[in-house]
């Protein structure tokens, strides 16, 4: 149900022209979806509480979308 979810947030900026990529939809999402699961996990291997786990998150996601934009 995630990737659905980032799907259609993703089809959605794609409809109203906020971003731009050669990628399909759902391989965007994937790419969000993973890169939040490897760093949650990466974190959590190196004895990182949960509540450290937000602002890297956040920040990679911002720095991907400015890679997609338009």
């Keep these: 149900i995630e990737l659905v979810i980032w799907e259609g ?10 971003i731009k990529s050669s990628m ?3 391989e965007i999402a ?3 979806i993973y890169l939040s699961d490897g760093v949650a996990m990466h974190l959590i291997f190196s004895g990182k509480s ?3 786990m ?7 996601w911002d720095k991907l979308y ?3 934009k338009v």
């Design 24 to 26: 399909t939809d759902e």
């Design 66 to 68: 400015e890679q997609i």
């Design 30 to 32: 994937k790419i969000f």
């Design 54 to 60: 937000i602002d890297p998150i956040l920040v990679l």
């Design 9 to 18: 947030v993703i089809k959605n900026a794609r409809e109203k022209g906020e």
């Design 50 to 52: 949960i509540e450290t």
